[in-house]
């Protein structure tokens, strides 16, 4: 059982490039959400999705732009990267409101 | 906006000591959830609180709510090496259940 897997794990950037992170799970959640991580910091939330075709902003979504067109893949989009988003990115999904997220590994980006 | 805050940020403590995180949120919701990192990892979760004066106790860890106090704590026994990490308590909106909001962790180092 993967559960949620995360792709790429390690990305260098340069400013001004954009990119996709890639998100799916095998659990069949409709509820999915990207995170990013700062050092030494809690998750700020940028975008989560309730079900395929739903999303919407969290507390941090500039620069970021995501969509969900099937149950199990939830892709974050960076256009145009800057360096303030240099982070650690966690996507994470689960099947209800009384249940806890599952969380991917995670993407480790920088831009340079 | 919620607010989540936890404290201490930074704990250290002997090997066999007791002690107890705390996380306050700034508004109304009856769902908290503690999660643990290890360096470079993902996160894991520990409890799912879902309703006022709920405990849950996992081996050394014991996680309480308090709904009218806005507060949650982490209680850890007899303290052991294998529980140095971070800990993450989070809350989700009351009425969506989709915002989600992360303290800023408490690093935890037990020493022998």
């Known amino acids: 059982n993967a559960g949620v897997t995360q792709t790429p794990k390690f990305r260098i950037l340069k400013i001004g490039q954009s990119m996709t992170l890639q998100c799916a799970q095998d659990?069949?959640?409709?509820?999915m959400y990207w995170y990013r991580q700062d050092p030494g910091m809690g998750l700020k939330l940028i975008y989560y999705s309730v079900g395929a075709g739903i999303t919407d902003k969290g507390e941090v979504p500039n620069g970021y732009n995501v969509s969900r067109s099937t149950t199990e893949d939830f892709p974050l989009r960076l256009e145009l990267a800057a360096p303030s988003q240099t982070s650690v990115y966690f996507c994470?999904?689960?099947?209800?409101?009384?249940?806890?997220?599952?969380f991917g590994d995670g993407t480790r980006l920088s831009i340079l | 906006e919620l607010k989540v805050e936890q404290n201490p940020l930074f704990l250290s403590m002997q090997e066999g000591k007791n002690y107890t995180i705390y996380c306050n949120y700034s508004?109304?919701?009856?769902?908290l959830y503690w999660y643990r990192q290890d360096p470079g990892k993902s996160l894991e979760s520990l409890f799912v609180l879902l309703s006022n004066g709920a405990v849950k106790q996992e081996g050394r860890l014991m996680a309480s709510l308090d709904t009218k106090a806005r507060l949650s704590t982490l209680h850890i026994t007899a303290a052991v090496h294998d529980l140095s990490a971070t800990y993450f308590c989070?809350?989700?909106?009351?009425?969506?259940?989709?915002?989600?909001?992360f303290g800023t962790g408490t690093s935890l180092t037990v020493i022998p």
């Open positions: 508004t109304t919701s009856d769902r």
């Open positions: 994470a999904s689960r099947d209800n409101h009384y249940q806890p997220q599952h």
């Open positions: 659990m069949n959640h409709n509820y």
């Open positions: 989070a809350v989700d909106m009351a009425d969506t259940g989709n915002q989600f909001y």
